[in-house]
């Protein structure tokens, strides 16, 4: 991940104004709940905080890039930055008690120390506890920052002690400019992965890192298909992805079919656009007489649900026990949907 300080991070300004307010002001909060979907700017963002903290002599509330503690931070060897990750599933007590150790100690080299807590809803209930311990009162010069997608997730005791701080969905604009800053992506591919990013450049990044143009096409051939394909053929299909998304490594388990959901609804959402009238509004530019002719021949409230359905799905994913159930329901309601 490459370093940005607070005004080069785009599509956050809201979030940035409140911290540069509150280092304007003095009273610095010890604890920061950072909420929103992956890959829009938390961790980036955290890393700014921790930069503009500890500069020795910060510009607007920022940090100048030139001393000590801003070159570590922007090098990633800044000693006082602690990040806790879960370790398999979740993060759990060993880990906090391990924390809560390190915390007693002096920071190296500025006033700040900055824990960051990646995925801090995976905390177990033992390691939730004694984590709110160090929240109620951590020892001065420390900085507490987690990072959760849903902060329904978290305990209320844990939330209602910390700052909260909202990220957004970044919008497609700024996804496309950044892909085009940031990769070697052509213009095309770029505003294609940001219309089906759901706002998160995090997921366009890795959709265009892995096989995702291939994957796209197979995806929409197959949704293609799906309506005129036999009930039984449709759940072989079902169970087929399920098969391919189990394979994956257990941190991304379920990633693929995320990113799967989310192709087949900017198919539903393109075939909507065009019912009502909006046909320049369109996301899969290049499949546009396809989109044309099938919407023709479906109702809007069947694609409306559909959508709903995908929507949906890709919410169950993170606590489904039953893929291939899940899976098998999903493709037939889809299917009827799209009948
Ligand atoms: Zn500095």
């Given at each position: 991940m490459t370093f940005k300080s607070f005004s080069q991070i785009r599509g956050q300004e809201r979030a940035i104004r409140f911290l540069k307010q509150v280092i304007a002001g003095g009273k610095i909060p010890h604890a920061y709940l950072f909420t929103g979907?992956?890959?829009?700017?938390k961790t980036t963002t955290a890393l700014a905080l921790a930069q503009a903290l500890n500069c020795r002599e910060p510009i607007n509330e920022e940090g100048c890039g030139g001393c000590r503690a801003c070159k570590q931070v922007m090098n990633g060897n800044f000693p006082d930055l602690i990040s806790i990750e879960p370790d398999n599933q979740n993060i759990k007590i060993d880990q906090i008690r391990e924390l809560n150790r390190n915390l007693c100690f002096k920071p190296v080299t500025g006033p700040y120390r900055v824990s960051i807590i990646h995925q801090a809803e995976t905390m177990t209930a033992e390691a939730a506890n004694a984590f709110l311990k160090t929240l109620e009162e951590p020892p001065p010069g420390n900085i507490l920052i987690l990072k959760v997608t849903e902060p329904l997730d978290l305990l209320g005791t844990i939330i209602s002690r910390c700052q909260k701080i909202p990220f957004r969905p970044l919008t497609r604009v700024v996804i496309k400019e950044l892909l085009m800053t940031e990769t070697d992506i052509d213009e095309e591919s770029a505003l294609l992965l940001a219309n089906i990013s759901e706002g998160s450049l995090g997921q366009a990044i890795d959709s265009w890192e892995g096989d995702f143009l291939q994957k796209r096409e197979e995806a929409i051939v197959g949704l293609i298909q799906l309506p005129s394909i036999p009930a039984e053929d449709a759940l072989d299909m079902a169970l087929m992805l399920t098969r391919e998304a189990k394979k994956a490594k257990t941190d991304e388990k379920g990633k693929d079919l995320f990113n799967l959901f989310g192709l087949w609804k900017s198919w539903l959402r393109d075939l909507i656009v065009v019912k009502v009238g909006w046909?320049?509004?369109?996301?899969?530019l290049d499949f546009s007489r396809n989109i044309n002719k099938t919407a023709h021949h479906l109702g809007l409230e069947n694609l409306i649900n559909g959508f709903f359905l995908l929507d949906q799905a890709q919410k169950d994913l993170r606590g489904a026990r039953n893929l291939d159930l899940m899976m098998e329901n999903l493709v037939l309601n889809l299917r009827k949907c799209l009948i």
């Open positions: 979907i992956p890959g829009v700017g046909t320049e509004a369109l996301f899969n």
